[in-house]
């Protein structure tokens, strides 16, 4: 499943317009690829690119004030990154 991340107005670069809160799809691919988050203990959300047979990568992280929410596949336990 894809992961879908809201971040907040905040977020923005300072130099950009706040428009309100903007919103990131990291899409999964045809080639195997997909996209799955946890959550830090300071409250940072990370993104992760995961392959079937490789260590994961992180993609994005947001600190905690960053996101407002996010939906997708919870990274499993035991996975590695």
Do not use: N
């Not at 047979?53 to 996101?67: K, N, Y």
């Amino acid at each position: 499943m894809s992961v879908y991340v809201k971040l907040s107005a905040d977020a923005r670069a300072p130099a950009e317009p706040s428009k309100g809160p903007l919103d990131l799809q990291y899409e999964d691919g045809p080639d195997g690829v997909t996209f799955e988050y946890d959550l830090h203990p300071s409250g940072a959300l990370r993104v992760l690119r995961v392959f079937e047979d490789t260590p994961h990568r992180i993609e994005a992280c947001f600190s905690s004030g960053a996101w407002l929410q996010v939906v997708g596949t919870y990274l499993r336990s035991g996975s590695q990154y």
